[in-house]
């Protein structure tokens, strides 16, 4: 009665905590459909084989496969940064019951779970690393291994808002690596890669390939939202 439960987009009363009321969850956007099997991105039409978006087919991404639950817009980018920026960890479970029901299908139940680290400054400044918030629930529900410190920062890059994808993957060039004493963890053992927001996928490609060479096996990829082509 003191504390009423509250919808996690608009703060309207709801009948349960951590939820959505109505409105909110019928104005979600929710990916649905035919999706590329490496980045997540709407496809249009109908496919009964994993097919990739035409970035994925010019780029070339160094993990199996990837998935993400939500298009980042509307509610979805308010719940995203308010996990991010706005201490809303309240946010997470229902976040991480999402992304485990978009995750990629082919995950060994032996896969490590990652989240994409963040320089050593930036954690200190936001006291918390989203990324790991979503990273450990799901390793949580899904039963699987969760390493929060494997990946690490080796130099702090530069906000990557507003940047082209050639200069998002410049910029995060040789930007991650694993921590050599994480190293033989991850050898031979497949990687579930968590991160909150997907756009050019340069983070996530920083990654992978840091897990690459310290000999892991496939890589999968699931983040809470994915930037849409244009945005």
């Known amino acids: 009665m003191i504390y009423p439960p509250r919808c996690l987009g608009?703060?309207?009363l709801v009948d349960q905590d951590h939820g959505l009321c109505a409105t909110c969850f019928a104005e979600t956007p929710f990916i649905t459909g035919l999706v590329c099997d490496l980045c997540g991105i709407t496809l249009?039409?109908?496919s009964d084989i994993a097919v990739h978006c035409d970035d994925?087919?010019?780029i070339g991404r160094p993990w199996s496969q990837g998935r993400a639950p939500l298009r980042y817009e509307g509610v979805a980018r308010k719940l995203?940064?308010?996990l991010k920026h706005g201490d809303r960890h309240e946010i997470v479970g229902m976040a991480a019951d999402w992304m485990v029901?978009?995750?990629?299908?082919d995950v060994p139940n032996d896969a490590i779970v990652l989240p994409v680290p963040l320089h050593l400054f930036r954690l200190v400044s936001r006291r918390y690393n989203q990324s790991a918030l979503l990273?450990?629930?799901?390793?949580?529900?899904?039963?699987?291994e969760f390493c929060p410190d494997s990946l690490v920062r080796q130099r702090r890059t530069v906000s990557l808002d507003g940047k082209s994808r050639d200069a998002r993957f410049a910029e995060l060039s040789d930007a991650i690596a694993v921590r050599s004493s994480k190293a033989g963890q991850?050898?031979?053992r497949p990687i579930l890669l968590v991160?909150?927001?997907?756009?050019?996928?340069?983070?996530?490609?920083a990654c992978a390939q840091a897990c690459h060479d310290a000999q892991s096996r496939e890589i999968y990829v699931a983040v809470l939202a994915r930037v849409a082509k244009g945005a």
């Open 10 to 12: 608009c703060g309207g």
């Open 44 to 46: 249009p039409g109908n």
């Open 56 to 58: 994925c087919l010019s």
């Open 80 to 82: 995203v940064l308010g």
């Open 101 to 105: 029901g978009a995750c990629p299908p």
């Open 135 to 144: 990273a450990q629930a799901m390793a949580n529900r899904m039963g699987l």
């Open 186 to 188: 991850l050898r031979n």
């Open 195 to 205: 991160d909150d927001v997907m756009t050019s996928g340069a983070t996530v490609a």
